[in-house]
């Protein structure tokens, strides 16, 4: 098969750990015998830099010409002071909207050999392994009117949560979809206590569910959700929900599985995937050689299983992460009393274990 990818490194960190993803993809590409054209592209900070534009026109072009779609992080403090539409963080939103990608697929998994580096309890994090649903293209993050004015010392600011019925209805079905494959359970998370858009929320998701009779439909409020999510995070399956809470809780649960850095993220339901790790740009710590490549390695999965519907190579790929982890490899962000490997070292090991487990692979199907 031909993988036809446009890579948006991105800003911080972005370059350093898509560095190793793509290097993983090709490990994958070159054992099971597909090609991969890649082109890359600026978005963000970089295209600031580059062209005074957070998503120039030539990387939405390349974007919808490709197959699927690998980014970095976005962000970089260099821009705090720019209006709206000139900090790097608008370029992800117009991309995500240029590409109707309304569906937010956060998977959050508790590796059995990091049961140590989560802040909880082994005995409450072991087998956690849940999927959040967050819908992308409404809520807060795009709605309007949106504004601050007034004069200084008097200022107010204004944002706008809307959602209609049918974004709402193609969000629960992704969710519904998902849980049908999985354990059959969706937790629907909203605050219909308190906001007209939860309570409409609330009313279509359960309607939706009954074209679901075997799935198991809950609803929580989203400050009980972050409560239980640390309380019995084994509980969650698919977790459903709007955009700014599936932001805040994602976040939580890759602290509850021991690390930002090992998350990945599918954004779907456009004509072209959008994938990139949950963990943003890092400013903090670009350019040391510490970040964890982990997040984008396992979004070159989601990569492959979701645009490509290439199971075995995506299963490959996390097979060949908790292989790594199995033996030892951590990086700084992972480390409890043992000595961190560099970025470089645990992509090396990853690839490493990706061509000793496709080869196994090739060699039982043959």
């Not at 054209?37 to 490709?66: F, H, M, R, V």
């Not at 990608?101 to 998977?107: F, G, I, M, V």
């Not at 075997?214 to 955009?243: I, K, W």
Request: glycine letters at 10%; aromatic letters at 4%.
């Amino acid at each position: 098969m031909l993988l036809r990818l446009t890579i948006l490194p991105g800003d911080g960190i972005g370059l350093e750990v898509i560095e190793h993803a793509v290097l993983v993809l090709q490990a994958v590409a070159d054992t099971f015998g597909h090609q991969v054209q890649l082109q890359y592209k600026n978005i963000g900070g970089a295209a600031l830099t580059a062209a005074n534009d957070p998503l120039p026109a030539e990387t939405i072009q390349a974007c919808l010409s490709s197959s699927a779609i690998l980014l970095g992080a976005v962000g970089s403090p260099a821009f705090d002071q720019n209006p709206g539409h000139l900090r790097p963080e608008a370029g992800l939103l117009r991309l995500r909207r240029e590409l109707g990608a309304y569906a937010n697929l956060r998977p959050a998994v508790c590796f059995s050999a990091l049961e140590d580096s989560s802040p909880l309890r082994g005995d409450l994090v072991r087998g956690t392994d849940m999927m959040i649903v967050r819908e992308l293209l409404g809520g807060l993050y795009f709605g309007e009117p949106r504004s601050i004015n007034g004069a200084n010392g008097s200022r107010v600011a204004v944002n706008t949560m809307t959602y209609d019925e049918p974004a709402i209805e193609r969000i629960a079905r992704v969710a519904f979809e998902l849980a049908m494959k999985r354990r059959k359970k969706v937790l629907s998370v909203d605050k219909a206590n308190v906001l007209e858009c939860s309570r409409l929320w609330r009313e279509v998701v359960t309607r939706c569910a009954k074209q679901y009779p075997g799935v198991q439909l809950s609803h929580m409020y989203v400050d009980s959700a972050a409560m239980v999510l640390v309380q019995r995070p084994r509980d969650f399956d698919v977790v459903l929900t709007e955009n700014m809470f599936g932001d805040i809780l994602s976040d939580q649960a890759g602290g509850v599985v021991g690390s930002l850095g090992l998350l990945a993220s599918a954004s779907v339901g456009g004509p072209v995937g959008l994938y990139e790790p949950v963990h943003g740009s890092a400013p903090d710590i670009a350019g040391k050689g510490i970040a964890n490549p982990l997040g984008a390695i396992l979004t070159v999965a989601m990569l492959l299983r979701y645009s490509f519907q290439l199971e075995t190579e995506a299963a490959c790929i996390e097979r060949a992460v908790n292989s790594t982890l199995d033996l030892g490899f951590r990086t700084a962000d992972l480390a409890r009393g043992t000595s961190p490997v560099s970025t470089s070292a645990m992509g090396r090991k990853v690839v490493e274990e990706v061509k000793k487990i496709g080869s196994s692979i090739g060699r039982k199907s043959a």
